[in-house]
């Protein structure tokens, strides 16, 4: 069992930054891919980036390339999404996840609440 905590979002005009963190529990974080999605009002949940479960591959949707980097750190059992030049087109809830790597919410076992990031002036 993994339980997961998000936390850092809130409201920010565009252009600006935030640092969404998601805290694990328990001893397996580090056999776990992580994942980081979105869900706007409306829409369908979708990937925003992935970490494999060593850190060392990434991937990060076409829409956040360049803006987004996900990280993690396996000694604090925390996976971050740092998140600049914000727009507000990436207003959503965001969800941190746990499971294979993967864009697909299906291969996700594990769940966080969703923290809200709301960009707008």
């Known amino acids: 069992q993994v339980q997961l905590v998000e936390s850092g979002g809130g409201l920010v005009q565009p252009g600006g930054s935030l640092r969404l963190s998601c805290a694990a529990s328990?001893?397996?974080?580090?056999?776990?891919?992580m994942g980081w999605f979105r869900q706007a009002p409306g829409k369908e949940r979708e990937c925003v980036a992935v970490v494999s479960s060593s850190g060392y591959m990434t991937y990060h949707a076409d829409s956040v390339k360049g803006r987004f980097t996900i990280s993690r750190d396996n000694a604090k059992n925390t996976v971050y999404l740092q998140m600049n030049s914000l727009k507000p087109e990436d207003t959503a809830v965001y969800y941190c996840?746990?499971?294979?790597?993967?864009?697909?919410?299906?291969?996700?076992?594990?769940w966080g609440q969703g923290t809200q990031v709301t960009v707008s002036s």
């Open positions: 996840a746990a499971g294979d790597y993967s864009t697909s919410t299906g291969s996700y076992a594990y």
């Open positions: 328990g001893r397996t974080f580090s056999r776990y891919a």
